[in-house]
Nanobody, 123 residues
Framework: QVQLVESGGGLTQAGGSLRLSCVAS????????MEWYRQAPGEQRELVAG???????TYGESVKGRFTISRDNDKNTAELQMDRLKPDDTAIYHC?????????????????WGQGTQVTVSS
């Protein structure tokens, strides 16, 4: 069974930094895109950042220049470094990975989501 476990959320003041981590485990043979999303109360889910296998990163307009996504393919890990945080960054952050896994003898590629981690930025 494939699982994604996130960590690193918390409470910080405006201008501060947090680093989120997402680790995938299970019968994985490949991980394609890794992405971070966020959802604030009453808002739609928003793509924050994504990174390809080759390391090409893309960012949502609201976080460009402040957030940095990275990945470690050997450790099946995605990280999101968040700097110069603003109160508007307050949300639950989820990682998503497109993972190739062999389960019950069957190889398939599926999107998996983490459980989410709360990020709160006070003014």
């Amino acid at each position: 069974q494939v699982q994604l476990v996130e960590s690193g959320g918390g409470l910080t003041q405006a201008g501060g930094s947090l680093r989120l981590s997402c680790v995938a485990s299970g019968p994985i043979f490949r991980i394609n895109a890794m992405e971070w999303y966020r959802q604030a109360p009453g808002e739609q889910r928003e793509l924050v950042a994504g990174i390809t296998v080759g390391g090409h990163a893309t960012y949502g307009e609201s976080v460009k220049g402040r957030f940095t996504i990275s990945r470690d393919n050997d450790k099946n890990t995605a990280e999101l470094q968040m700097d110069r945080l603003k109160p508007d960054d307050t949300a639950i952050y989820h990682c998503k990975m497109r993972i190739g896994a062999r389960i019950s003898g069957v190889r398939s590629v599926t999107d998996y989501w983490g459980q989410g981690t709360q990020v709160t930025v006070s003014s």
